[in-house]
């Protein structure tokens, strides 16, 4: 069964938020990953509240990014 984007991009960001956190624990050395880690989600937030699936593709492939 494949998931369509509306169920994998709530994943991704859920996955991200947890990342999130880690980079945050490790202070100043994880300060810019997590910034960027922030605007990612935000991104993706704002293009799910767009309804536009070219920009949610978008956020969910710049979400799967972070490691």
């Given at each position: 069964?494949?998931?369509?984007?509306?169920?994998?991009?709530?994943?991704?960001?859920?996955?991200?938020?947890?990342?999130?956190?880690?980079?945050k624990?490790?202070?100043?050395?994880?300060?810019?990953?997590?910034?960027?880690?922030?605007?990612s989600?935000q991104?993706?937030?704002?293009?799910?509240?767009?309804?536009?699936?070219?920009?949610?593709i978008v956020?969910?492939?710049?979400?799967?990014?972070y490691?």
């Open positions: 069964m494949t998931e369509s984007l509306g169920e994998m991009l709530p994943k991704e960001q859920a996955r991200v938020r947890a990342l999130l956190v880690d980079y624990e490790i202070g100043a050395p994880g300060l810019i990953a997590a910034t960027m880690m922030q605007l989600l991104n993706a937030e704002n293009a799910v509240v767009s309804g536009d699936v070219a920009r949610m956020a969910y492939r710049d979400l799967k990014e490691q």
